[in-house]
């Protein structure tokens, strides 16, 4: 019996409603997909709640559940996974937050979030901050893309539990980090020393300095949200049993697959942005299974048509995919299962992440050919049924990885 390999392919948010500018249809039901379709005839069918029936998934919780990990268990907040995204080591108990560098005036009253989406200069800005100490716990902190950064506390007696730091709006005064549970004080306090240090350094930076010469908003203050710990994750191959890589651009799915122990595959087009190049991701995801039993493939740019609330850009995104995965199944090695779903919904007529299920479909040599068409009502016809807890198991099966249970 051969163990087979996997390419999962992760599309975010692409999961939708009925929307009225598409007759009534769904992006995935109106989009014109004849490669998905064709699949989908010589695949297991169905539908997959990402958490639970009715469970509005974040892609972090989801991402996690997908690959096995309890998100109840492991996951705070998005910030440990953030951090890992921008290849920070990360310590089972760091505290992890995202940060923005944002402009305030002497008040601390937000002027811009994202400090006139400053373009150079952070990795600069990041040396005068990263180190530093305050009581007992080191201080570290990662530049982004742009105006994002990543925070990290190593200390004892440190905590999740504290409100954001960025107020999420412009024209009112920073908050103060509050403990949101009683052991949470002594991170509350040094994160707010951090934030007030920050200012103080930032504002007389040179970068800033120049920055204001120009006419730009300084990048002088660094505001901390989504506080996370960093968990303890079993190792992906020991857990399944497969050796795994991602290729994936959005840091927050890349972070979760560092922290699992997977390898992540970068090239400038794996971006998590609309114009992300689809094929390329997919050449790389097979140039992986040469070395690696599991690939996971995430495709961001559905979930930001679902955000931006524009159905006719998300079914041109989804022919664009469609396109891709042609491309996929003409260089697909054999024995390689394929397995095409979504971390959660992002209906456009909501803006948002929701609770409905999301199709599935799972394509092997000898799969049951139960499919007619890859979108939400005609998966729902198939037999597939399961939760995003199950996917992990389903895979092992098809795989012909699973270990039997009895004789
Ligand atoms: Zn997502």
């Given at each position: 019996m051969i163990q087979r390999k996997v390419i999962l392919i992760v599309l975010d948010g692409v999961g939708d409603r009925a929307n009225r500018e598409l007759d009534n249809k769904t992006p995935l039901q109106y989009a014109h997909t004849p490669n998905l379709d064709s699949i989908a005839k010589r695949s297991l069918v169905g539908l997959m709640d990402p958490i639970a029936p009715g469970i509005r998934a974040g892609s972090d919780t989801s991402h996690l559940n997908l690959l096995g990990y309890d998100p109840y268990k492991v996951y705070t907040g998005r910030g440990p996974f953030e951090a890992a995204g921008l290849d920070m080591e990360l310590r089972p108990g760091d505290i992890a937050f995202r940060c923005n560098f944002s402009t305030v005036n002497e008040k601390l009253e937000v002027i811009d979030r994202r400090a006139?989406?400053?373009?150079?200069?952070t990795q600069e800005l990041v040396k005068a901050l990263d180190g530093m100490e305050i009581e007992d716990v080191k201080i570290f902190v990662k530049e982004g893309v742009e105006h994002r950064a990543a925070l990290v506390l190593r200390g004892p007696g440190l905590s999740p539990y504290v409100s954001d730091v960025d107020p999420h709006a412009k024209g009112v005064r920073i908050h103060d980090a509050k403990a949101l549970k009683p052991e949470a004080e002594k991170t509350a306090r040094i994160l707010n020393e951090f934030v007030h240090r920050s200012y103080e350094i930032l504002k007389e930076h040179p970068v800033n300095k120049e920055r204001e010469s120009q006419g730009l908003l300084p990048a002088n203050i660094l505001l901390p949200r989504g506080a996370g710990m960093a968990p303890h994750m079993e190792d992906f191959e020991k857990k399944h049993g497969m050796k795994g890589a991602c290729v994936v651009g959005t840091p927050l799915i890349r972070g979760i697959c560092r922290m699992a122990g997977m390898d992540t595959i970068d090239f400038p087009g794996a971006t998590g942005s609309y114009n992300t190049d689809m094929r390329g991701k997919f050449e790389h995801a097979v140039k992986a299974l040469d070395t690696h039993d599991f690939v996971l493939v995430n495709i961001k740019a559905p979930d930001i048509a679902g955000h931006d609330m524009l159905p006719h850009k998300k079914v041109e995104v989804i022919e664009r995919i469609d396109d891709a995965v042609g491309h996929l199944m003409e260089i697909l090695p054999e024995n390689v299962v394929v397995v095409i779903t979504a971390d959660h919904s992002t209906p456009c007529t909501m803006g948002d992440h929701s609770g409905d299920p999301v199709p599935i479909l799972i394509y092997s040599d000898?799969?049951?050919?139960?499919?007619?068409?890859?979108n939400e009502i005609a998966c729902a016809k198939g037999s597939l049924r399961i939760r995003g807890e199950d996917l992990m198991n389903v895979i092992l099966n098809v795989t012909n990885r699973a270990e039997k249970f009895g004789a």
């Open positions: 006139g989406r400053i373009k150079k200069g000898d799969a049951r050919r139960e499919g007619t068409e890859f």
